[in-house]
């Protein structure tokens, strides 16, 4: 599924991709599609039936029936002034995390509380701005950007109560984040974060906000222009999957393997130019 990157006008969804068959090519009419947020599955949902759909210029996210394709809701922002540029979610409390797109050179406003249940805008989310990332376990939001040096670290209690940890300065700009299960504490992960402009991986233990730095990964990809424009992240970084151990993060002109259970390069790969997919 995903963005006509032409003409900016459809959603094309490609359905049964994982069969290996003849791929069945759908154009649905979403005018001036931007992006698109699908929930992730993990290991307590396995199932997702709604999406949402949202565009530059639209102070709404609409919301979609991943099955029939269907609009079912649009959900207007305008009062709050809200262009949406990210969304996260939560099955703790039902909370959909909406990143309101910045105005520049006015401050970045802070992500709206979206209900889930009864698709209501339930207010701010207190101060905090940024690109929303939630645990795979939903207990933790971790919200970072490029244009920020602020890192904020959220808990979501099992009834659904939000509680800030702490917020991080961070020496820049954060470009990606990542999580990993701890390997050493049940129910405890890590977050690893590239920054925007210096090589070096930012490490963060969510439950007790210790932090560290993984140095000696040489220069990040160059600044997106105009034919990177819909490349995501400056610099990505990517886990293994649920069980796995490894991270993956790009520099200039090559990617790196990382080995999280050791904090350490496990190898680097040469030869790849601008990794940012």
């Given amino acids: 599924m995903g963005p006509h990157k032409d003409l900016l006008s459809v959603l094309q969804v490609i359905t049964e991709a994982s069969t290996g068959q003849g791929q069945h090519l759908i154009r649905t009419p979403f005018a001036g599609v931007d992006d698109f947020f699908i929930p992730p599955t993990n290991l307590i949902i396995n199932h997702i039936r709604f999406g949402f759909i949202f565009n530059k210029s639209d102070p709404a996210v609409h919301k979609v029936d991943l099955e029939t394709l269907m609009l079912l809701k649009t959900i ?73 040096p602020q890192l904020h670290v959220q808990e979501i209690t099992l009834r659904g109560e939000i509680q ?7 020496s820049q700009g954060v470009s990606d984040v990542a999580f990993q299960p701890s390997f050493t504490q049940g129910d ?38 105009p034919a990177r424009a819909w490349a995501g992240p400056r610099r990505i970084v990517r886990d293994s999957g649920l069980f796995g151990q490894y991270l993956l993060t790009p520099a200039r002109e090559s990617l790196f393997l990382i080995n999280a259970r050791q904090n350490a390069p496990r190898c680097e790969v040469a030869g790849v130019k601008g990794g940012g997919a």
């Fill in 76 to 148: 207007g922002l305008q009062s709050h002034g809200c262009l949406p540029q990210a969304m996260a979610h939560t099955h703790l409390g039902g909370y959909f995390f909406i990143q309101c797109r910045q105005h520049s050179p006015s401050p970045a406003a802070p992500q709206l509380l979206l209900d889930s249940v009864t698709d209501a805008v339930v207010g701010p989310n207190g101060h905090v701005t940024g690109t929303p990332h939630t645990s795979p376990d939903g207990r933790f939001l971790v919200s970072a950007a490029s244009s920020s």
């Fill in 164 to 170: 800030t940890l702490y917020d991080l300065k961070v």
């Fill in 188 to 225: 405890q992960y890590y977050v690893y974060a590239t920054l925007e402009t210096e090589p070096d991986l930012l490490f963060l233990e969510l439950s007790t906000g210790k932090t560290g730095v993984l140095k000696g990964l040489k220069e990040p990809p160059a600044p997106a222009g």
